[in-house]
């Protein structure tokens, strides 16, 4: 049986060089890194001095809002004791000196709760962006520092609470509500206002002498052992 011939075609097709294919998979995985790297990383992925700038910012924000807050009710504070009280005990009329301390007092107690929340909040924000620097000498240095300041902290919001609710909201609820308290009553309102406020002054005196050496102990250099 003759061999069957195979058909003729006027052109024939280019033949390829083939590539082995562990040199294929290398190439594509190249290419692929390639590709990969020169694509913009996300924004939390990104290591530039852009985050730590921010960082910064809101510290140092963070740190003036707080220093500020504490001034505001320092102020008010001494305000109350040198300006309010004398003001209202130089009235002569009973009535007219119950009004007057109801006026003031209903200004001084949202400004002082608000002041003393806010310098605590910001406080709070602090304490974080500290330990997150100092990591394992967080406690080892601003242990003791920070447990004093704390604890004459809860004192200063349990008297300064007092003054505004124990003391501020009943003159103000007595006077607008037609029965403003008598002389007797006031005075003793008054003069538990005025010890009040001096302990608050006493206990700033001492947070602000501990919170310097918690800052002294927050700025030492940290041991690489």
Same mark, same amino acid.
């Given at each position: 049986m003759p061999a069957r011939s195979r058909p003729q075609y006027g052109f024939s097709l280019p033949r390829q060089p083939t590539r082995p294919l562990p040199r294929l998979l290398c190439e594509a995985s190249a290419a692929s890194v390639t590709s990969a790297l020169k694509r913009p990383l996300p924004p939390r992925l990104r290591f530039t001095d852009s985050a730590t700038k921010t960082r910064r910012v809101e510290s140092q924000l963070n740190l003036w809002m707080h220093l500020l807050a504490f001034a505001v009710y320092t +102020? *008010?504070?001494v305000a109350l004791l040198a300006m309010g009280l004398? *003001? &209202?005990?130089?009235?002569?009329e009973p009535v007219r000196r119950a009004q007057l301390a109801a006026a003031v007092l209903r200004v001084y107690d949202p400004l002082s &709760? +608000? *002041?003393l929340g806010v310098s605590i909040m910001t406080g709070a924000f602090s304490l974080t962006a500290y330990k997150a620097a100092l990591r394992a000498a967080f406690f080892d240095r601003m242990g003791g520092p920070l447990a004093w300041k704390l604890f004459f902290t809860f004192v200063l919001v349990n008297l300064a609470a007092y003054i505004a609710f124990g003391i501020g909201h009943r003159v103000v609820r007595a006077v607008d509500g037609g029965t403003p308290p008598d002389a007797v009553q006031l005075a003793a309102f008054l003069r538990r206002l005025r010890t009040s406020a001096m302990l608050a002054l006493v206990l700033i005196a001492i947070i602000v002498w501990v919170a310097m050496g918690l800052s002294t102990a927050a700025v030492l250099p940290v041991s690489s052992a």
């Open positions: +102020g *008010a504070t004398p *003001a &209202i005990m130089s009235e002569r &709760i +608000g *002041a």
